[in-house]
């Protein structure tokens, strides 16, 4: 069974840029396992930001990008407002099945 | 717009079985594939099962295989999951999710909470 690793916690001040990673225990992260990225807040449903490593949903601000950076897949946030704090989830397709990354937490101070 | 709304959760023993319902409105049903993911309390996500859009293929997690069935009506509009043989670690917050491509997530439920305990 795949693992999906992401970054615990980061910490990012308003107006900067963050990048956060997804690591598979199989190898390097390909467009093939079709990333997929979520933000979620305290008390509230996980909300989808980008598909298929870097497309975004209408709904998706512009300062969320996504990638593949170094072998894995990266969700990159420029210029960070105060409401991107928030817990964010990666999500990769394993052949049938999809494996999410335990989380990172972003605080924004 | 999207609605994903789902319901049937609640408390029972383990052992014991539940039905969680997704009704689906806003969107031609019988185009997309479905997931089911939940969330353990105070614990991150983990994908459940998937449905493709004709009902022709489904996937389930290892946690879930031979215990969970997904399926679909499509003349009402709604996703089910039917949870058997219910552990304590199925404990958690059941989502809905809709598939626009079989491997992409993007409209979510508001989620159902299913305690399992005796």
């Known amino acids: 069974q795949t693992v999906v690793t992401q970054e615990p916690s980061l910490t990012v001040s308003p107006g900067g840029t963050v990048t956060l990673t997804c690591a598979s225990s199989?190898?390097?992260?390909?467009?093939?396992?079709?990333p997929n990225w979520f933000q979620q807040k305290p008390g509230q449903a996980p909300r989808a930001l980008i598909y298929s490593t870097s497309n975004k949903h209408t709904w998706t601000p512009a300062r969320f990008s996504g990638s593949l950076l170094g072998g894995k897949a990266a969700l990159t946030l420029s210029g960070v407002q105060p409401e991107d704090e928030a817990e964010y989830y990666c999500l990769l397709y394993d052949g049938g099945a999809w494996v999410f990354g335990g989380g990172t937490k972003l605080t924004v101070l | 717009q999207v609605q994903l709304v789902e319901s049937g959760g609640g408390v029972v023993q383990p052992g014991g079985s539940l039905r969680l319902s997704c009704a689906a409105s806003g969107f031609t049903f019988s185009n997309y594939g479905m997931h089911w993911v939940r969330q353990a309390p105070g614990k991150g996500l983990e994908w459940v099962a998937f449905?493709?859009?004709?009902?022709?293929?489904?996937y389930y997690a290892d946690s879930v295989k031979g215990r969970f069935t997904i399926s679909r009506d499509t003349s009402k509009n709604t996703l089910y999951l039917q949870m058997n043989s219910l552990r304590a670690e199925d404990t958690a917050v059941y989502y809905c999710a809709k598939s626009p491509q079989s491997v992409d997530f993007d409209y979510w439920g508001q989620g159902i909470l299913v305690t399992v305990s005796s």
């Open positions: 449905i493709r859009y004709d009902g022709s293929n489904k």
């Open positions: 199989t190898g390097a992260v390909t467009s093939g396992y079709y």
